[in-house]
Each structure stands twice: as C-alpha cells, then as structure tokens.
C-alpha cells in the first residue's frame, strides 16, 4: 500500500513540475526576446538595475492592487507634474537618453517660453472672437484684424491685472487644462486644439529673430534633458523680419544650420541636429512636387543637414499618402524618408493603410506606428527591413489615440522586440520634459513588470542606431561613457 | 530629347506602378490571413454581403470623418439602446450565430427578468445600508439583518410609490448608470459593483424553483437570440427552498441537467448546453482540491453535461493559477480547463502571466486572453496548439479593460486568424442581448473596415467548431441550414 502511495506522489510530483517548467520556459522564451534582452550588464550596472527596479518595483506592485491610485492610467495632464518629484523621474531625467527622432519645429518649448516671447519689443497683438493673432512689425500691421491692431506692450499695460492677462495669453500656447476628457472628447477635438496652437504660434514663432532662438533654446533644453542629437521635423514656414524679407522654406532650412552651427560651438559636446522636411499633407499632388523640390533644393544646398522628407498633419482628415504614391516614389532615390503612418484607430481606413504605403516607399523609420499591430505583415516586413518605430506614447494620450497607456500597442512592440525608438513629438505643446516624461511613461506604465535597465539602455541605443547621424561609432562610444558616469552616479548614491 | 523624356516618364511610371503594386501586395497578403478568409462565399452570399457591408460602411466612413458620432468608441451603457434600431443591429439578431461559450451562470438575464422574481411569493427582504438582502422562506428569516427581514410584498406595499421602489430595487440588478465613466473609476471599483451583483442576487436566483426557471429562460434567451448551443460556467452554489433542503454542488449541476433536458424536449431545435464548473479563484490549494473533486463527481454523474473545469473572479487580485498548479496538473487527465487568463491590463504582473500557467496546463480555450497581445509567444503557441480564445469585448469594456473597443487586441488576433470565439460574459449585468451586442460591436468597432460577412461566419463557425459538442459534423450541418436561410432572407429583403 505504500508503496502505491509513493508511486502516487511520485506521479503527481513529477506533473506538477513539468507544469511549472512548461510555463517558466514559456516566460523564459518571452524574457529572451523582450526589447534589451541582448543587452548585458555589468557589475556596477546590475547594481544600478537593483536600485531602479526596486523604485518600479515598488510602484508597480502597490498600484496593482490599489489601481486607483496608479497615475499612469489616468489622463497625462492629472499626473506629468506630480511624477517629477519621484525618485524614479530624477533617475530617469539624468539618463543619456540617445537621440530624439520625432519633434516638430515649434511644439517643443513650453508655453511659460512662449509666454516670454511676447514681452519682446515691436510685437503686435489682435484679439478676435475668443483667438489672438500676432504679428512683428515696425508700424501697425496692414493684415486684418476684426477688432484693433494694438503694440502687446500696451495691451498689457492697460489690462487691469498683468498676471491675469498673462494666464490668459499662456492658455493659447498649451493643451494642458484640468478637466482634458471633457475637453477632449474625440480625436477631431483635441487635433483642433492641437492645430490652433500652430495657427496662434506661427507668426509669433516665424518672426526670424524668435525663430532663431527658439531653435537656439530646444537645443539646449533637449541637451539639458540629457538627448545628444535630434532630428527635427519642420513645415520650414516662411521667417519674416522688420525689414520687410520673407525668407521661403529653403532659406528657413539654412537658417536652422546656421544656429546649429552656432550652437555647436557653444556646446561641443552636444552631437548636433538634422532636418526632416515635414510639410503639410492636406494639399494636392501639385503641392507635393513643389515640396519635393524643395527638399531636393536643401539636399543641393546642406546634404549633411537634410535628413529627409516626412508630411504632417491629421493622418485621418484629408488625402491619405496613397495619393501622392507616384510623385514620392519618383523621388525615392533622392530623398530618404521618414513617414508619419498608422496614426489612427481606424482599422482598415485609408489612414490605417497609410502604413502599406510608407512601407511600399521604403520609408526608414515610420512616425507613430500606433495601428501597426493590427497588421501582422507589416509588423514581419517593418522587423525584417530594419524600420524603427518612432513610438511617442503621451503624444498618442494627449491626442486621444488611447486613454490608458496600458493598452497602448508599443506594449506589445517592445514584446516582440521590435525596432523602437521613444519620442516625444510636441512636448512643449503639452508642458512634458523634452524626452524624460516619454521614458518614464514607457517604463513604468507600458513596458513589462520585467523590463529593467536592459530595456532602458537598448531604448536610448535603438535612438542613435536608428538615427542619420554619420558616424554610429564615435556617437555610441561617446554615449557608452556617458551612461558608465550615470551607473557610477547611482551606484555611488549621487544623481 | 523627347525621347529622354519619354524614357523619364517611363521610368517613373514604371515606379510608381512598383510602388502600387508593393502596397496592394501587402494589403492582399494581410487580408488572406485575416479571420475568415479562408471562407468562399456563394452567389447569394455575396448579394447578402453587399447589403451588409453597405450598411457597416456607410456607417464607418462617416464616422471617419466625424469621429465624435462614433457611438461605439464611447462607452457601452452611451449607446447600447440606440444601436438596437440599426438595421446592421436587427441582421444581426437574426444571424445564426453558432454557439455561446464564455457565459457566467446568474449574469445572462436582464434586471427586468430578475426584477420580475421578486413578484414571487414567499420572499423577504432586509434593506440596510444601501444593500439589500434576499431570502425565500415559509416564515421570517432566522439569518441577521441589521433593520428588519419583511415580506417583499409587504415592503412595496407599504411603500408611498410602488413604480420608485421598484426602480430603486432595479439598480441592484444591474451595471447600467447614466455617468459610467465616473462611477466606474478603475477596475477596482467596477468589479466592486460587479461583486455586489452576484452576492445580492445569490440569495434570489439560488432557490431552487428560481435556479431552474433562470436557467430554462437563459436557454430561451440564447436560442431566440439565435445561438444554437451553450455551455455554461457556474459556480454551482447551494441551493435551497423551503422545505429547509440544500442542494449542494452536485445536486446543482444535476438540477441544471434536468432543466436542460426539459428545455430540450420542449425545443427540440436547440443543440443543448454543456456545464463548465467554474467556482471562485479567491481560495487556497485545499479548497481547490475540494473543487476538483466536485467536477470529478459530476463528471462521473453526467459525463456528456460536464464539459470541464476553470476557475472564476477578478484575477488581479487574489491567487495566480500559478499557486495551484500542482493541483491542477494531477487533474488534468481527468478534467479538461477552459480557463480565464488575461482578463488584465497589468503586463508582467502575476494576473498577466496566468497566461503562460493556463497554457502549461493544456487549457482547452482561454477566457478573455486580453492581455495575450503582449506574448508574443505565447501567441505561437495559442495557435500552434489550437487554443481558442474566448473573447469577450462588452465586458472588457464595462469591466474597465479598455475604453475605446477600436483599442481593443480582438482585432490584431482577427488580423492573424488567431483561434477566435466571441462571447458575452455576463450580458444580463450590463443589460446586452445574449449574444448580438458582441457580434455587432466587433463588426462595427473592432474588425477591420475590410471585415466582411466571411469574417462573421468564420466566427460563428469557430463557435461550433471550438466548443465541446460530440457532434461537430451534426451541428454544423444545421448551422449551415440556418445560414442559408438567414442569406436567403436578407437576399429577399426579409430580415
């Protein structure tokens, strides 16, 4: 009888074991292939990944079973100021982060910047209809205005509260409110907002001085966020002076050289920027020529500053990249691109099949990615061609793309390791660090309970393998110095 | 020179056509792999399919445009009404749709039906605290009740507005309220509510004459709903009824066996149902045992009616599978699992890996699998396997899962033909149909704007095809009946 007791739990032994080692393998297969899992660490920074994993950790597990209490899927406005405080973000803020890949031109400084701007000298102001028009000039503009061209000096001077005045004009220049999904309703709601602020912005922006130092001054937030290179997208809109010059989109794209160059003699030790010419895409075929020209003509003119071409705007309002397919294609040898696609949560529409044709383009990395999980050809082409992802998650919450970061698909991208890099896209436009709020999103709140500095290191490596910058050798190698002086400095306690 | 022209053009024609060609190529590739492409339609099928998939296009093309009338990225209590007038909504009612096999014991009726049984006789109510409390009985309850056990009738009776004292008395049967988003913050507080559903209705629906009138109105609901077979997960309470017997979980599952066979000789038409025990994960390895043996007994009782073994509640919190895997292994010979896993937006968490446990144990089908997107794979496997996967979209939206059902990971598995079976969960608790309100909302919402009437049979199919029924050619010999009946109506404009 004991004999057939022990058989008994002999059997039931071994069972259970090979049950647990069936699912631990499984995990195991799943760990292996995680985005960072070729990544190895050394002692110090094992050391490092202790104590960032123990902060993710901590938070993660506590929010688990008190999900009310976890931040990160709420909406980004309820909680970007309050994560700043922790530990966690301080770490994440001090990390050299690579490169950014995804920025727009002017939607990178924030408004308490753009505020700033408009106590420079011969700025106008028009106040209409609920709006506010700018505009540089030496004398009162000649361009309409319903109401009254007045000096925004003066305006603020006879308003009867400065500070009030001031807190009205900044709401202008963000997204931000407090009650975002009422105000947000859908993704038409929140891309109005989103436009205006460019509409608002532009003149104020476009004014050559300004447009110089803005440039000037995200260089330097974006170095301070600890990025080593951008490449920014630009509409390259005509600049203006007091002087009467217009200068057109070519003229733009050199005067961002210029201040580049400027920059890099300031702060050598930053690796520089690149241009991709992202002009609007709600135009005709015509349009789209003309700007290819003008690509073609910045190429002729900087070919070291000309990353590539991109269009921008709504993916699902207005022509889907389907219809300039043969005047892109004609340009493929010349310019190289970098598409915005899959920018939706329409499936099967014309802006979810955006996605075929940057792909049938030989795009080099694709802008959003967000519907690319709905389509498991893409997703095998876009991994077996070394396409990178440009993932920007808050953009895709403040956009209204997804609500909870939980559920977004770089999740599943990070998952099966495919080629991301993380952006941030308009940052200023939603008062987010350039490049850390993204990070942090993405680790604490997308990636798995798992992913750790393995992850981390990879994501800032994938920015600058995936970049145009010349020389992958020098950047990586400058980059793995700067990361040992961050493992160094949490290991020893000093970030 | 114009033949250098020509020759230009004719380069530039021919690549524009590569890039055509490569994007349709892609496009033709993912919709060969889509769920249901493997089905050929008839001659009257594709009449019928034109007439739907005009009516989803129409619908989803303006929404395209006007994405703020999009009823169904909003949340289900905001428009579940309103569809039912749809023309696409009525098709679908009268589709045969295969099979029902995800669906939870006493959460399938309407608040209405459940409000209807407190018209019984012999029933008590205790009203504290906001909660209410039931129990059929000859004579006051002996069990605690912080005010006072009396007669329901009486209670109406001597309530100053019977037509409010029933409404108020409503609300307990049901999740619908008219601000969902903020009643239900988080998971957390929709499972609450979820909760208190089961316990307040335990006491009303597990009296015996109850139990077995629920259970036979269920089977009509679903067959009038045109679902041809179910199998049903109970936790199998005891029951009771006035001549002071208890019926333990056996004696339910037999009770339901009766009914069953009842319902069977009264609806010949119907393809039966089939019980799945599924009671309550919150316990520990020794109460699982006790479980196991229960489903060992009834499947010695009534093989052909027990179709297997899972195990129910929120799985965030409360035991992984993992903790009783040894217990499970030892009967898997004995028990098939139809499993939940997944049912989280946690990744990596304990919740989130149920995933790899369930699968180690050889489950027959997944319930939920929500969060299977992020396993890349444990995505192989569910297919190499031949694991089904009951989806279950309105609950993941009313249990908090996700927002925006156009988010939801249902439509990456439609893109690769994952083993997919659509269910309803609970409909009754969120006052759905028993089964249309999934079927339409995963057409219209979730599916790919190229998603057809193949797509639709596919699904019905898998239902048959993945449920336990012993006859597979037997049922699906009938559905094909019904189908063709179903297309010829549509054809003949008789729907």
Partial sequence: MSIVICLFYFIVATAAKNAIEDRNKLLERELKMMLGSDISLSDSEMKAND?????????????????????????????????????????LQQMPKGAVLH?????????????????????????????????????????????????????????????????????????????????????????????????????LLSYKPVWEQYFYDTLKAFREDNVMYIEIRSVLPELYDLDGNVYDSVETALIYKEVLDRFMEDYPDFYGAKLIYAPFRMVDTKTVKKYIDIAKEIKRLAPDFLAGFDLVGQEDIGAPTKDFLSELEEAKSELDFFFHAGETNWYGTSSDENLLDVIAL??????????????????????????????????????????????????????????????????????????????????LGVASRHADLKMLKKLALNSLYYSTYPNKDKIVHEFEIRWTKFIDNIVKDKW
């Fill in 362 to 443: 030989d795009t080099k990395r694709i802008g959003h990615a967000f519907a690319l999980i709905k389509h498991p050809v893409l997703l095998e082409e876009v991994k077996k061609r070394g396409i990178a992802l440009e993932v920007n998650v808050v953009s895709n919450v403040v956009l209204k793309l997804v609500d909870d970061v939980r559920n977004h698909p770089l999740a599943a991208f990070l998952a099966q390791d495919l080629p991301v890099v993380l952006s941030s896209d308009d940052p200023g436009v939603w008062e987010a660090t350039p490049l850390t709020h993204d990070f942090y999103v993405t680790f």
């Fill in 51 to 91: 104590i960032i994993m123990d902060l993710k950790i901590k938070e993660l597990d506590y929010a688990f079973h008190h999900p009310q209490t976890f931040n990160l899927s709420k909406h980004f406005f309820d909680y970007k100021d309050e994560v700043e405080d922790t530990e966690l973000f301080k770490l």
């Fill in 103 to 203: 920025a727009h031109d002017t939607g990178l400084l924030s408004p308490d910047y753009v505020l700033e701007l408009t106590y420079m000298k011969d700025l106008y102001v028009c106040f209409q209809k609920g709006q506010v028009q700018f505009l540089f000039s030496e004398n009162i503009p000649k361009t309409p205005c319903a109401v009254k061209w007045q000096l925004l000096s003066d305006a603020r001077l006879s308003s009867s509260n400065v500070e009030k005045f001031d807190a009205d004009l900044r709401k202008h220049f963000t997204l931000v409110v407090s009650n975002p999904k009422e105000v947000y309703s859908d993704v038409n709601a929140a891309w109005r907002k989103f436009q205006q602020y460019f509409i608002t912005t532009g003149p």
